[in-house]
T-cell receptor, first 115, second 113 residues
Framework: EAGVVQSPRYKIIEKKQPVAFWCNPISGHNTLYWYRQNLGQGPELLIRYENEEAVDDSQLPKDRFSAERLKGVDSTLKIQPAELGDSAVYLC?????????????FGPGTRLTVT | GNSVTQMEGPVTLSEEAFLTINCTYTATGYPSLFWYVQYPGEGLQLLLKATKADDKGSNKGFEATYRKETTSFHLEKGSVQVSDSAVYFCALSVSSNTGKLIFGQGTTLQVKP
């Protein structure tokens, strides 16, 4: 079974530029999460989807961040414009409601550097 | 609020040494507790979990016991290997409906041959 796929793995941009991250969850997983992991910290949830519906986006900075999950499969997280403080690793995870919702499967992450 | 605190790293051990990584938590209600591991260049993987007080989670020689009286979930392994070198994250979830995880800051383990 293929795992959670994320791209790109690394991205370097200048501040004020836009950036987008893509995630393909494990086939059949209806729940998708985006986390942000700052250096030396644990991941923090940004947004959670149940199928195509964002059911928890309370931690998403909506002035510059947006996300979508069209057709309830792939998801894209966008930042526009990026700020220096957005430098972090952005993790995508997925889980199945048929199993324990606690068991989240994580992708390798996208490391964003804003200069 | 809900939070997780882990011991600071890095933890450096020789192969076959005993490992303890401390984790304490603050939570409303009755959380479930987890340990995730992140090997170099890979995504986080669930290592073990415990969903109620006094439960013991175990996997790959690692163990952790859910201690409600001390609000702790310390990770232990009797004999570490070089391949156990990774970052270990303690986490909790207070709602079975959301699966929202709250992570500690992570503890880096380095095992030397």
């Amino acid at each position: 079974e293929a795992g959670v796929v994320q791209s790109p793995r690394y991205k370097i941009i200048e501040k004020k530029q836009p950036v987008a991250f893509w995630c393909n969850p494990i086939s059949g997983h209806n729940t998708l999460y985006w986390y942000r992991q700052n250096l030396g910290q644990g991941p923090e949830l940004l947004i959670r989807y149940e199928n195509e519906e964002a059911v928890d986006d309370s931690q998403l900075p909506k002035d510059r961040f947006s996300a979508e999950r069209l057709k309830g499969v792939d998801s894209t997280l966008k930042i526009q414009p990026a700020e220096l403080g957005d430098s972090a690793v952005y993790l995508c995870a997925s889980s199945s409601s048929r199993g324990s919702s606690y068991e989240q499967y994580f992708g390798p992450g996208t490391r964003l550097t804003v200069t | 609020g809900n939070s997780v605190t882990q011991m600071e790293g890095p933890v450096t051990l020789s192969e076959e040494a005993f490992l303890t990584i401390n984790c304490t938590y603050t939570a409303t209600g009755y959380p479930s507790l987890f340990w995730y591991v992140q090997y170099p260049g890979e995504g986080l993987q669930l290592l073990l979990k415990a969903t109620k007080a006094d439960d013991k989670g175990s996997n790959k020689g690692f163990e952790a016991t859910y201690r409600k009286e001390t609000t702790s979930f310390h990770l232990e392994k009797g004999s570490v290997q070089v391949s156990d070198s990774a970052v270990y994250f303690c986490a909790l979830s207070v709602s079975s409906n959301t699966g929202k995880l709250i992570f500690g800051q992570g503890t880096t383990l380095q095992v030397k041959p």
